[in-house]
T-cell receptor, first 116, second 113 residues
Framework: GAVVSQHPSWVICKSGTSVKIECRSLDFQATTMFWYRQFPKQSLMLMATSNEGSKATYEQGVEKDKFLINHASLTLSTLTVTSAHPEDSSFYIC????????????FGPGTRLTVL | AQSVTQPDIHITVSEGASLELRCNYSYGATPYLFWYVQSPGQGLQLLLKYFSGDTLVQGIKGFEAEFKRSQSSFNLRKPSVHWSDAAEYFCAVGKTSYDKVIFGPGTSLSVIP
């Protein structure tokens, strides 16, 4: 099956710094990528949808200036958490879809962010 | 409003016993329904999905799910649980199979040897 990778798998940073998380589709071109956030012992909440070459669409309540999403190519989307604070500590998961023909989406393994 | 509920936060079963995880949904149109499993340190893995056709869907790892429109339910079952099935299970709904999905709160499964 198709593979989606995320880098880094975990990151620890100081409060106030910015952190970039990469999501890559390794063996297919992803026209759409989704970013989810998962707090401990909780479900995944959709943050935003990104389409290659266009601005991301954010879900209600998600600060677009804080969570910058860039889908610069058909195989890479990045999520940058700007001026991170401890409350941003979470598990961030991306997923990717190719096109209508593949009929499914594939999830990455997630990135654990800890802000001190 | 679109939502997914999983009434059981945590379930413990003995190895070899049968399993049923409950899922109810609220969705305006006929949705795609999914079950995903998340093991510690692992990404989400799709167990099965349903949109139309036979209401009993077979998935991977011996899992199956039954769609009941009248009850807005999509319960996951396995006849005999293995210790390796211990994980977090999420029910989800979506407009299509490749669009964003709405996840339920999850059910944590523990398996007693």
């Amino acid at each position: 099956g198709a593979v989606v990778s995320q880098h880094p798998s975990w990151v620890i940073c100081k409060s106030g710094t910015s952190v970039k998380i990469e999501c890559r589709s390794l063996d297919f071109q992803a026209t759409t990528m989704f970013w989810y956030r998962q707090f401990p012992k909780q479900s995944l909440m959709l943050m935003a949808t990104s389409n290659e070459g266009s601005k991301a669409t954010y879900e209600q309540g998600v600060e677009k200036d804080k969570f910058l999403i860039n889908h610069a190519s058909l195989t890479l989307s990045t999520l940058t958490v700007t001026s991170a604070h401890p409350e941003d500590s979470s598990f961030y998961i991306c997923s990717a879809t190719a096109d209508l023909s593949t009929d499914t989406q594939y999830f990455g393994p997630g990135t654990r962010l800890t802000v001190l | 409003a679109q939502s997914v509920t999983q009434p059981d936060i945590h379930i413990t079963v003995s190895e070899g016993a049968s399993l049923e995880l409950r899922c109810n949904y609220s969705y305006g149109a006929t949705p795609y329904l999914f079950w995903y499993v998340q093991s510690p340190g692992q990404g989400l893995q799709l167990l099965l999905k349903y949109f139309s056709g036979d209401t009993l869907v077979q998935g991977i790892k011996g899992f199956e799910a039954e769609f009941k429109r009248s009850q807005s339910s999509f319960n996951l079952r396995k006849p005999s649980v293995h210790w390796s099935d211990a994980a977090e299970y999420f029910c989800a709904v979506g407009k299509t199979s490749y669009d964003k999905v709405i996840f339920g709160p999850g059910t944590s499964l523990s398996v007693i040897p």
